[in-house]
Nanobody, 125 residues
Framework: QLMEFGGGLVQPGGSLRLSCAAS????????VGWFRQAPGKERERVSY????????YYEDSVKGRFTLSRDNAKDTVYLQMNSLKPEDTAVYYC????????????????????WGEGTLVNVSS
């Protein structure tokens, strides 16, 4: 089971940090991805991070504003979101996958192995 923390209401231009933690398994062994779903829209990819944290990927829509990191000692992944825009408003989900054959298919297809229930980020003045 995955759990997300840190959502809330923030003004445009503000920042939030989301956290993702696991229950029942060690998150450090998994690639972790973030996805989001805005009201009335399909779920979309946001970012992923490798097991070691060495490799990260960001969709163009968040590149330069969002930073994904992980603290394997705390077994937690963090999504730092800066310069937030109203269009970032969505439910944000973290997902984890062992990615035995690579992260591409699980991430790009949205078929990661474990998913959290999501946390709402509302960017509004």
């Amino acid at each position: 089971q995955l759990m997300e923390f840190g959502g809330g209401l923030v003004q445009p231009g503000g920042s939030l940090r989301l956290s993702c933690a696991a229950s029942g398994f060690r998150l450090e062994h998994y690639y972790v991805g973030w996805f989001r779903q805005a009201p009335g829209k399909e779920r979309e990819r946001v970012s992923y991070i490798s097991r070691s944290g060495t490799n990260t990927y960001y969709e163009d829509s968040v590149k330069g504003r969002f930073t994904l990191s992980r603290d394997n000692a705390k077994d937690t992944v963090y999504l730092q979101m800066n310069s937030l825009k109203p269009e970032d408003t969505a439910v944000y989900y973290c997902a984890a996958d062992l990615a035995v054959s690579g992260i591409d298919w699980p991430f790009y297809s949205g078929r990661m192995e474990y998913w959290g229930e999501g946390t709402l980020v509302n960017v509004s003045s």
